[in-house]
Each structure stands twice: as structure tokens, then as C-alpha cells.
């Protein structure tokens, strides 16, 4: 199969499960928030509210589409455009697994490994700066327009820890393809401990992971670095005279940001889709162990449920589970699906820290973040790359 | 290919510079160079330049761009208006412009033969190794020297910019 | 249809014209235009395309020091950009205006 057909074919798999994962976390956001805050979420809408994601697309696609009267028309049209543009693209230089051969196809679980892979993210993610300060000054609101500055301005100062924090794992790996940097974290240290850049030696990157999911959150726009598009501080900052597709637009925009965020973290920091131990010790067996013990446990509490519905859901859903850690087992399966699971776990963590600090913290104050972002974050990125890079230089 | 992608982009960029000078909103000719920039990554790219196609678009269409678009905002520019003396410079100095690229083409195509074309891949040397190897050994003292402009340029821009406090 | 007598590749006279014609378009609007910002973006225009000129002519001698050079033009332009924007700010808030034929007062 030639190159151009295998990609196009590659490129429409990926697109497909990006959106059907961005439009579930956000369920998975409003389950976990509800449980946080002792309530319960969506329920209405299909089995557990697991409909809910289409009830929200038809709404916001049926949604009456208005166009202010006073708006720049060409600059509130293109700025969700920019946004969503910039937000999906990053996706296509991020590995999901290593090189896997589907009958006489070999191909690499990724859709193109740049030599430059870690410099086009950073480069698409300060373009994704345009959609937002675009979306504010096309309005023409006040509020628009200083939650876009103030938004843009947070994104711009957090780049700069953001850089110097990925440039410190970059010294000890030396290379800046995707591929590469995670080749370079495999195997264990003693046997046992797996070589990623957080445990690896001459400076294990503990400060540099911290530093860069922190930069993440702000260059996201997450909570507590949500002030300038929060509800209840300037009636919604730069998207407020957005509605139905335009509005969803930014919102996609902000979880495939997340997304991207959470992949590059895993594969600078955790070690991509390496495993957490050898193959020797069983590390073959652990999802299935894990989808195994999660199908016994819905088909338990099954067996007598709490609510009526659950009499039906819960059994479904254990099967899914017993499949689906079945299937782990099949040698040729395992061998694409094992890294897969490695990395969808890692980023699933990364994701679900997220939205457990969304409803655990409180925001920040405006003049708080930038303090924070130049005062406190922006030495201590210095420093890490300075003792990392002597580090290196000495050994 | 490769002359199909580079006439795409190449009238892109002439397209966006065009945009650029004859738009009368600021906003949409800061937006226009963006567009310049862009396709000129691409084509730094074509050339074998994948680090100064990357560091286009992190510093120039990132950072720079992004600092004129705020200052754009901040200080509310509206359209600009054209007077007669413009228009008779406009006159004048076109033609002239239009000699000026036609002098140059023609030295261009007379100095370099039509052969030497531009392959994508053949110029393997713009990697980001290679271009630390030379900037480290042979340019040293250019990159600190930029160090101390960087920060020259940091300290001038704040001090220019900040509020008196009275 | 006829195929049209596109070559397979662009020779490198076609980038240098286009650096050529991206940097009149430069000039043009550093003469033409009277917002200050305006002006200032069509220096960022002609810093550009001599980028693309030592790019193109780093190919031709197959060394990189053109890729090193356009990184230094770079740097510089971004120093350049940061003064000279805070300028700007400074003149607007003393003139509250943009146009450079207002500001005018140490002429005759």
C-alpha cells in the first residue's frame, strides 16, 4: 500500500478516536466533578449519561447561530477557526505505540516522525494564541476584549517556563523526535526501575515534570489559571458572544489542548508507552489483570444492584471489561494494543489529575498568576536547566 | 512537487505582503504578515531549513507578531486615512519599485543558471545538531554577544513602557 | 490540456526573485504608509526576506552558516520589534496619535 493511502487511512483513524475522546472527557469531567462534589453528574441521557456527549452536540448544533450586529465579521468568523486549527494539528507528531505490522503493512503508530517533533509543538502552541486574542477584540465587548488580553498574556508568560522545562529532559536525551525520546527511556535501572526521564540519572526530572504540568494547566487555560474565561468573573471572558458551533469550536479547542498537553508530558516525562516494569516480571499481564478485575467487580454488584436500570448496565459492562482483557491476551492483538494501553494510561492519569484539581482548587487571582508565572516559576525553571545541564556536562 | 508546493507558497506570501501594504486596519496587516510568515516556514522547510523554519514560527510568528497584535489593541488604532500628497508619491514611486524587482531578476537569472534546482531532502545539514555543532564552535562569541543585546533590548523595552510612579 | 512547462523542482533564481519582490513589497509600504505600526511591520517584511535570501543562498553552498545568519537576523529583529514597540507606546501617550507625519515638531 503506498504512502500517501496508508497515511490518509492513519490520519482518519486518529481524527476519529481524537473526537470521540474529546467529546467523552468531557463526560468523564462531569462524572468525576459530580463525585468529587458528592452529587452524581449526568444520568438522564442514556445509560449513566453515556449519551450525553450527542445530546450536547445536537444541542450546540441546533442552537440559533447569531452574528452580532457590531462584531469585525471576518476576525469573529476565523478566530474559533485558528483555535481549533492550531489545537488539532499538534496531534499528528505524537507516537501512540511503537513500529507494529498489520499483515504485509508495516507501519509506525504515529502519523509523521519529525526530526524537530518537540520545536513544532511549541511553535503550534504559541500560534493557538491568535484564536483566543482574535475571539477578544473581534467582539467588540469590553469584557471580550480583556479577557482575550488577559488570557493571551497568560499564555505567552507560562510558554517561557513551559520551554525551559521541556528543554531539560532534551539535555539528557538529546534528540527531538518523539520516536527517539522515547526509545531513549526504555529499559530499567536494577532490573526493576524503568529508565523515564523522572526517575532517569544524571538528574532525575521530578522539578521538570512538575514545572511543565504546571505551565500546562496555565497554557490551557484550566483552573486555578481559569480567570480569564470563568463564568462567574468577566460573564465568560473571550468567548461570550459566541454561540452554538462557534462556542463548541473554542471548547473543542480547549480539551484537544489538554489532550496534546498530556501526551507530550507522557512522552517527555513518563516514558511514552514503555511499561512500568519488565516483561519477566509479567508487566504483559497487567491490563488484563486490570480489565479482568474491573469486570468482576460490575458483574458483582450486578448481581444485586442499588438502582433498577443497573440490572441491565452493570452485567453489559462487566462483559465489555472480560472482552476487552480477553483480547490483551491474544499474541497478535497484544502487540499493538500493549504499548497503546501503556500510553492511553499514563495520558488518562495526566487527564484525570486535570479534572480532579478542576474541582479541588480555587483560581487564582490575575495579578497572582503572572507574579507566579515571573517571580517564582520562571528562576526555578533556570535553575533546574542550569543544575541539569551542569549534571550532564560532569558526567 | 516540490515546484508546485513552492509556487503555492511563494503566491501566498506575495499574495499576504500585498495584503500587508494595501489594508487600511492595522490588525489585518499584522494578520497578513502572519500569513507571510507562515508560508515562509514552509518554504525555509523546502530549503532544507527545518530549524529556522521552526524557530520562524516560534519566535517571529509566536512571540513578535503576537507583541505588534497587542500593542495593536492596546492602543485601539483605527483605519488610516490617504491625502493627496500620498497619492502622487504612490505615482511616482511604484514604477520605480516595479524597475527595482525587474533589475534584480534579471541579475539573478543572469548570475545563477536555470539549473540548480531546489529538491526537498537534499540539503541535509539544517537539523538542529548540525546547527548547534557550527553556532557552538564557529559563532560563539556572536551568540553571547546576542545574549547581552537580548538583554539590553529586555531592560530598554521596560523602562520605556513602564508607568511613572509618583 | 497541454501540461504546462512547470519544472519538476523551483531553481533557486525563483527564491531569490521572490526574496527580491518581498522585499520591494517591504519598502513599499515603509514609504507608502502612514501608521507608524504599519511601517514598522514592512521592516519586519524586509528583515523576512533577506532571510529567505541567506536560506536560499545556504542551500546553494551547501553549508549552514546561512541558517546561522538568519537565526542572528532573527534575534535581532526580535530585540528591534521589543524597543521599538515600547517606543511607540511612549510616543502615544505623549501624542495620542499614530501618524507619523504628526509627529512633526522638531521640523523647520
Redesign the interface.
Known amino acids: 500500500m503506498n504512502f500517501l493511502v496508508l497515511s490518509l487511512i492513519k490520519a482518519a483513524l486518529v481524527a476519529f478516536v481524537l473526537m470521540t475522546t474529546l467529546a467523552y472527557l468531557q463526560w468523564i469531567e462531569r462524572k468525576v466533578i459530580a463525585h468529587i462534589q458528592l452529587r452524581v453528574g449526568p444520568r438522564r441521557v442514556g445509560p449513566h449519561g453515556l449519551l450525553q456527549p450527542l445530546a450536547d452536540v445536537i444541542k450546540l448544533l441546533t442552537k440559533e447561530d447569531m452574528l452580532p450586529s457590531h462584531v469585525n465579521k471576518?476576525?469573529y468568523f476565523i478566530a474559533p477557526f485558528i483555535a481549533v486549527f492550531f489545537a488539532l494539528i499538534a496531534i499528528s507528531v505524537i507516537p501512540f505505540g511503537g513500529d507494529i505490522s498489520i499483515g504485509p503493512i508495516k507501519t509506525a503508530m504515529q502519523l509523521t516522525d519529525?526530526?524537530?517533533g518537540v520545536?513544532?509543538i511549541?511553535?503550534?502552541s504559541?500560534?493557538g494564541?491568535?484564536g483566543v486574542?482574535?475571539a477578544g477584540?473581534a467582539s467588540n465587548n469590553k469584557y471580550a476584549?480583556l479577557g482575550g488580553?488577559r488570557s493571551?498574556?497568560q499564555m505567552?508568560s507560562y510558554e517561557l517556563p513551559m520551554a525551559m522545562a521541556i528543554a531539560a529532559p532534551l539535555l539528557m536525551l538529546n534528540t527531538?523526535s518523539f520516536r527517539q525520546l522515547v526509545d531513549a527511556q526504555g529499559g530499567f535501572y536494577f532490573g526493576i526501575i524503568p529508565r523515564w526521564t523522572i526517575f532517569q540519572g544524571p538528574f532525575p526530572q521530578v522539578v521538570s515534570f512538575l514545572l511543565f504540568v504546571i505551565a500546562a494547566f496555565a497554557e490551557t487555560n484550566r483552573v486555578p489559571f481559569d480567570l480569564p474565561e470563568a463564568e462567574n468573573e468577566l460573564v465568560a471572558g473571550f468567548h461570550t458572544e459566541y454561540s452554538s458551533m462557534k462556542f463548541a469550536a473554542f471548547f473543542m479547542a480547549e480539551y484537544a489542548n489538554m489532550v496534546t498537553v498530556s501526551c507530550v508530558a507522557t512522552l517527555l516525562f513518563l516514558g511514552g508507552w514503555q511499561p512500568l516494569f519488565p516483561a519477566e516480571y509479567g508487566s504483559k499481564f497487567i491490563p488484563t489483570l486490570i480489565f479482568f478485575f474491573g469486570g468482576a467487580i460490575c458483574l458483582y454488584h450486578g448481581a444485586n444492584p442499588v438502582r433498577a436500570f443497573d440490572r441491565i448496565t452493570l452485567p453489559v459492562a462487566g462483559v465489555v471489561f472480560l472482552g476487552i482483557g480477553a483480547a490483551f491476551l491474544i499474541p497478535i492483538v497484544a502487540t499493538i494494543l500493549l504499548p497503546l494501553f501503556w500510553f492511553s494510561a499514563k495520558v488518562g492519569v495526566i487527564l484525570f489529575l486535570y479534572i480532579w484539581i478542576r474541582g479541588t482548587l480555587p483560581r487564582f487571582r490575575y495579578d497572582q498568576l503572572m507574579n507566579f508565572a515571573w517571580t517564582f516559576m520562571f528562576p526555578v525553571a533556570i535553575a533546574n536547566l542550569f543544575i541539569t545541564g551542569l549534571l550532564v556536562a560532569l558526567t | 512537487m516540490d515546484a508546485i508546493l513552492f509556487l503555492l507558497f511563494a503566491a501566498i506570501a506575495v499574495v499576504c505582503a500585498i495584503n500587508l501594504v494595501l489594508q487600511s486596519h492595522p490588525i489585518s496587516s499584522a494578520l497578513s504578515l502572519v500569513g507571510v510568515m507562515g508560508s515562509l516556514a514552509v518554504l525555509y522547510l523546502l530549503l532544507g531549513g527545518e530549524f529556522i523554519a521552526m524557530a520562524q514560527l516560534i519566535v517571529y510568528a509566536g512571540a513578535i507578531m503576537v507583541l505588534f497584535i497587542f500593542v495593536i489593541m492596546l492602543l485601539n488604532a483605527g483605519t488610516e486615512l490617504k491625502t493627496k500628497r500620498h497619492l502622487w508619491g504612490m505615482y511616482a514611486g511604484v514604477p520605480l519599485l516595479l524597475a527595482l524587482v525587474g533589475v534584480v531578476g534579471y541579475i539573478v537569472h543572469d548570475v545563477l543558471p536555470a539549473s540548480g534546482a531546489v529538491v526537498f531532502g537534499s540539503f541535509q545539514h539544517g537539523n538542529p545538531e548540525d546547527i548547534g555543532k557550527n553556532l557552538f564552535v564557529n559563532y560563539l562569541l556572536p551568540f553571547e554577544v546576542t545574549s547581552v543585546l537580548i538583554l539590553v533590548a529586555i531592560v530598554g523595552a521596560i523602562v520605556l513602557a513602564r508607568k511613572e510612579v509618583d | 490540456m497541454p501540461p504546462l512547462p512547470i519544472p519538476e523542482a523551483a531553481p533557486l533564481s525563483w527564491y531569490l526573485i521572490l526574496s527580491a519582490i518581498l522585499f520591494v513589497l517591504g519598502v513599499a509600504g515603509f514609504l507608502f504608509r502612514r501608521n507608524i505600526i504599519t511601517v514598522f511591520m514592512s521592516i519586519e517584511l524586509m528583515l523576512n526576506a533577506v532571510n529567505l535570501s541567506f536560506v536560499s543562498f545556504s542551500y546553494k553552498l551547501k553549508q549552514n552558516d546561512g541558517h546561522i545568519f538568519s537565526f542572528f537576523v532573527m534575534v535581532v529583529a526580535a530585540a528591534e520589534a521589543a524597543v521599538g514597540l515600547a517606543i511607540i507606546l511612549t510616543v502615544f501617550k505623549n501624542r495620542q496619535t499614530l501618524e507619523i507625519d504628526e509627529v512633526s515638531s522638531l521640523k523647520n
Open positions: 471576518v476576525f519529525l526530526n524537530i520545536l513544532f511549541l511553535g503550534l504559541g500560534m494564541v491568535y486574542a482574535l477584540w476584549l488580553l493571551s498574556a505567552i527531538l
